[in-house]
Structures are given as C-alpha cells and as structure tokens.
C-alpha cells in the first residue's frame, strides 16, 4: 500500500533521472511476458494508488543520464535484450535521452504507462517507427489521447468484485477514486488488451480473481496475465 502524495510532472530536460533501481528479472505480464529483462524502475507517480503492490519512492536518487546507462549495462547479459522502463510513472519525466541512449547501446524497449501524460514527439515518433512499445495500464477515467493512439497494448488488473458486465474489464482498478467517470477508460478499439488478476495477497481473493479474469478472457477474447514473475519467486 501506497501512502505517499501524488507527484506532477518532471519538467527537466532528462540529463538527470529520478531513478529508483535497475534490475534484472524476467518480465511477468504483457506482450513480452517470459522475457529476460532489465527493468529500469523510476521514481515517482501521478497517481500513488491506494493498492498498488510496487515500491518506486523509498531510496530514490536523482541521478545523472550516464550513471542509469552504466548500470543498465552492468546488469544486463551479454546478449543485450530488453530493458522494460516502469515505475512509477515513467512519462512523468523526460525519457527522450534515455530512450535515445538505450537504442544506441543495442537495446529492445518496452515502456509501462498508466496514460495519463502525453508522449513527447521523440516517444511517438519511436513507437510509430516500431523501435519501442509502450504498454498502458489505465488507473482512472482519462487516458491522454495521443498515448492511447499509439499505444502498443493495455493491461487491466481485474478484481472479481469490480468487473463490467458489458465488457468483463474491471469498473476500478487498485483503489483509485474515478471522479465522474463511469468507470476506468477504455482501450481504443483493434487495441491487444491484456487482463491480469489483481494480488491482493489473499489466496481465496487472489484465486476468486484469477477465475474472473479468464473468464473474461475466453468470453471477451483478451489475453491472460498471471505475473509469472512472481510464481518464479523473481522481483
């Protein structure tokens, strides 16, 4: 659980970075579940929902663009591979740079978003030239337009107490107020949509909520999410 305030944007120009950790794990959820990663975790969040089950405030640092690519190359295999930025909410702060220098070094990327801020030119322009993906997960009833158009994919972590009859995706998602939205917004329509089950660290609710989630799969057609980090005992 979250109780920190929420943060706005960043507005520096991305020499430095409000950095969290590096690390490397295997990618639970999404179009690249199973994949060997370096997560580059950011400090910060728009949003701190009550729910949320990640830590990105404690231990935090700002620190200069070249110190997080130094220690993404130390982590990483000498394969290279992916590098997934998440948080936080990493379009809080300028990632032109360090996308940038990530491309440079040989790297694949994968951005986790909740969609609330619009992508500068440098993101849109690498997504829609297919050099990086961005993966949102929508936490309230507005997702930025811009983000939401070229978005690779969503994620919605579902709660079998707050799923939509309509169209089995979750009215709410890890606590946050909705203001006068129905519910929490919805991918674009021809957009993949991935559904994973909400750990709530009970194993009758967290089984309760894995049974909605495929079965909103199988009616629906999304794809199933089920953190497999998480069952490899893997951050």
């Known amino acids: 659980m979250n109780n920190q305030k929420p943060e706005p944007r960043d507005n520096g120009d991305g020499r430095t970075i409000d950095l969290h950790s590096v690390f490397y794990t295997i990618q639970g959820e999404g179009p690249f579940s199973g994949h060997p990663a370096v997560f580059v975790r950011l400090a910060g969040c728009n949003l701190m929902c009550p729910q949320c089950d990640t830590l990105y405030t ?95 994919a969503f994620k919605y972590v579902l709660d079998h107490r707050s799923v939509n009859p309509e169209d089995g995706l979750p009215v709410e998602a890890l606590g946050h107020g909705l203001g006068k939205a129905p519910f929490i917004a919805r991918a674009p329509a021809g957009k993949p949509i991935y559904v994973n089950p909400c750990d709530v660290k009970d194993p009758d609710h967290n089984q309760r909520n894995l049974d909605a989630a495929a079965k909103s799969c199988l009616r629906f057609g999304y794809i199933l999410g089920v953190q497999i980090h998480k069952y490899a005992n893997l951050e």
Do not use: M
Not at 86 to 100: M, V
């Open 58 to 152: 404690t231990g935090r640092n700002r620190v200069p663009l070249a110190t997080v690519l130094e220690r993404v190359n130390d982590a990483a295999p000498d394969h290279r591979g992916l590098i997934v930025i998440t948080g936080g909410e990493p379009f809080r702060q300028n990632l032109d740079l360090l996308l940038l220098g990530l491309l440079l070094a040989g790297y694949s990327i994968q951005i986790e978003s909740n969609g609330f801020f619009e992508p500068s030119g440098v993101v849109c322009d690498l997504v829609r030239d297919k050099r990086i993906s961005i993966v949102v997960s929508p936490k309230t009833g507005r997702i930025n337009p811009k983000l939401a158009e070229i978005a690779t």
